[in-house]
């Protein structure tokens, strides 16, 4: 059972959001917050594997929230929201440790998706336009720690890096490098663990910012 936490601001939104998720067998909405002080305060005391998180509150936004419950508490998982598809705040949310990004129009079948995609520990984006968010707002190496990170990474683990920050999905990485997706999950799992994130959406911030991939390209 997928438990979750809903984070918004407007009662009708999260009422939206509890009809659609509590209808499904395998999601369990165990808790509501207004607010970021809300959220971070029921993260600690429910634990619920998913937190579906408004990034546009009054007091404690969704990013200061987001950075809080996963800095503490790294078995929760984030799933942003935001009314607008470019948003600076989404790339602040992702770097704040966020495992996805949904605009709040998606479809109810986007959003359960969403919600089981970042519980298995994957990245809730779509590739292609999580490189539009990036390309848009990250510009240049906004950290000088990122080229540090990437020195310890074999030069096929650099390849599949700049690949993944180009918005190519695992089966794709394979099928362009003639190698087996397995293969490409171990490279990923790998490179992952030395640069120090937990999913895509993170690994290509730190792509854009050590200047592998630059925006428009």
Known sequence: MITVLL????????????????AQPDIDVV????????????????????????????????????????????????????????DEN???ALRAGAAGFLPKDVSPEELIEGVR??????SAVAPRLLTRLIGTF????????APAALSGLTERE?????LIARGRSNAEIAAGLAVSPSTVKNH???LFAKIGVRDRAQA???????ALIHPGE
């Open 31 to 86: 808790g509501e917050a207004g607010d970021g002080e809300g959220a971070v305060e029921l993260s600690r005391r429910l634990r619920p594997g998913v937190v579906l998180m408004d990034l546009h509150m009054p007091g404690m936004d969704g990013v200061r929230a987001t950075e809080l419950i996963t800095a503490e508490l790294p078995g929760v998982r984030v799933l942003a929201l935001s009314t607008f598809d470019l």
């Open 158 to 162: 650099r390849e599949i890096l700049v």
């Open 188 to 190: 990923v799992t790998s």
């Open 138 to 145: 990250v510009r240049g190496p906004a950290s000088r720690s």
């Open 204 to 210: 290509v911030i730190i792509a854009y910012e050590a």
């Open 117 to 122: 995609v970042v519980h298995r520990g994957e």
């Open 7 to 22: 984070v918004d601001d407007h009662a009708l939104v999260r009422m939206g959001f509890r009809l659609m998720l509590d």
């Open 90 to 92: 989404v790339v602040a």
